[in-house]
């Protein structure tokens, strides 16, 4: 599905409405759904500032992750909502750093914030998973799920996670969530370093 037809349902915008608006036949939206035609790029910019929505996101194919971003977008131009404060999480990808969160004051906001975030964090699980098919280690993620599934709030399980992304080099030594974790870590990195093979 591309862009364009979610945004259409999620508007409850009727072909017909959309092909008014912009002067044109009905026929050029069906055919740019259908993907028999791009949208035109003069297009493009009515478009993003119709729907408040980034002019990407109208051509290409979309994934749930792109579903969840348009719906932010949707419910900010709905809700109006104005950010409370920020919180500094730290984000790990292509460039490992602490970045500044905004949280908003319209909870459906910070909803669908997190549900991005567990929606990014499935993708990468996932394709994590796919590297495992020619990998004997299997049996690590079935521990994970496991882990996640029955102990998920159990502070030893988030300090060892942390502590072995320390060691394993995953998080700079600079992100530490406090003097506790250090000490933690110095103790379990003696056994972690009697194991190391």
């Not at 979610?6 to 055919?31: C, P």
């Not at 993003?48 to 749930?64: A, L």
């Not at 908003?104 to 499935?122: F, G, M, P």
């Not at 799920?145 to 072995?164: G, N, P, R, S």
Request: hydrophobic share 40%; aromatic share 10%; net charge negative.
């Amino acid at each position: 599905m591309i862009g364009l037809e979610y945004i259409l349902s999620l508007y409850n915008m009727q072909h017909v409405e959309l092909a008014k608006k912009l002067g044109i036949k009905k026929q050029n939206i069906n055919l740019w759904i259908k993907k028999k035609q791009n949208i035109p790029k003069k297009y493009l910019p009515i478009l993003e500032e119709t729907f408040g929505i980034k002019k990407e996101y109208f051509n290409k194919e979309i994934d749930e992750i792109d579903k969840l971003e348009i719906q932010k977008e949707k419910l900010k131009r709905d809700l109006k909502p104005v950010i409370k404060k920020y919180e500094q999480q730290f984000m790990i990808g292509e460039v490992n750093d602490i970045v500044e969160v905004p949280i908003y004051d319209k909870e459906e906001i910070n909803s669908i914030e997190r549900n991005i975030e567990k929606a990014k964090l499935l993708k990468r699980f996932k394709k994590a998973l796919d590297i495992v098919d020619k990998n004997p280690y299997m049996d690590t993620f079935k521990l994970i799920v496991e882990l996640v599934e029955k102990a998920q709030h159990e502070i030893i399980l988030h300090k060892t996670i942390e502590a072995l992304a320390h060691y394993l080099e995953v998080l700079p030594d600079w992100v530490s969530s406090g003097p506790e974790q250090d000490e933690f870590e110095s103790e379990i990195f003696e056994v972690f370093d009697d194991y190391n093979y």
